[in-house]
């Protein structure tokens, strides 16, 4: 399968602590993108690599949040000391072009 | 700022028949791409088809096609003999082009649609 891939699929976690997440991308795509849905909402984006570089940043991202992408291959997102407002579906996505590919998601529940 | 509005929560139809669910937006841009995306539960989310804003013929993926009316800045999708296997949460979605250096393609999704497919 060379779609894209995230682990873990599921992470509960209580408040408080701090959790990782990881995405890999289609191997050729040099555009990665987060993104997190709130359950029966659409995603929002959280923050954008093109190859290594971060561009972009949305405001919904705290300073809570950190996200890579070393060498442009793979990425993470953390969240440090977690709330329960952080409870959702982070998804990534990645593109070649215009078009964008989504792995199946992570979903975090913190208690 | 772009934005993008599904106004019906949830749709229903029968299976084999035709559906259409509604998407608007609104952008100051004139050039740019839209989507429709499906998101079965607990699964992945799956691109439906895409429309570039430049062309004016509609775009058409096998069942599914769309009613793009630029002026109106609306993007419906139609879903023709439907199926079973076509129950899942549809969320429409609007991209800048990338070409300069504020643009990064990120996607802005409406707020979906749940559509319910009735044997």
């Known amino acids: 399968d060379t779609g894209v891939s995230q682990n873990p699929r599921h992470k509960i976690t209580k408040r408080g602590q701090n959790v990782t997440f990881r995405c890999d991308p289609i191997?050729?795509?040099?555009?990665l993108y987060w993104y997190r849905q709130t359950l029966g909402q659409g995603p929002e984006f959280l923050t954008y690599?093109?190859?290594?570089?971060?561009?972009?940043k949305s405001r919904l991202l705290s300073d809570r949040f950190s996200a890579e992408r070393p060498k442009g291959s793979f990425s993470t997102l953390e969240i440090q000391r977690t709330e329960q407002g952080d409870s959702a579906m982070y998804l990534c996505?990645?593109?070649?072009?215009?078009?964008?590919?989504f792995g199946p998601g992570t979903r975090l529940t913190v208690t | 700022a772009q934005t993008v509005t599904q106004s019906q929560p949830e749709m229903s139809v029968q299976e084999a028949e035709t559906v259409t669910l509604s998407c608007t937006y609104d952008?100051?841009?004139?050039?740019?791409?839209l989507f429709w995306y499906k998101q079965p539960p607990s699964r992945q989310m799956i691109l439906v088809i895409r429309q570039e804003a430049y062309k004016q013929q509609n775009a058409t993926e096998n069942r599914f096609s769309v009613n793009f009316q630029k002026a109106a800045k609306s993007f419906s999708l139609k879903i023709s003999d439907s199926q079973l296997g076509d129950a899942a949460m549809y969320f429409c979605a609007y991209r800048s082009p990338t070409h300069g250096s504020s643009n990064t393609g990120k996607l802005i999704f409406g707020q979906g649609t749940t559509l319910q497919v009735k044997p």
């Open positions: 690599f093109q190859n290594e570089a971060q561009l972009e």
């Open positions: 952008t100051s841009e004139s050039d740019y791409y």
């Open positions: 996505a990645s593109s070649l072009g215009y078009e964008q590919y």
């Open positions: 191997s050729e795509h040099n555009r």
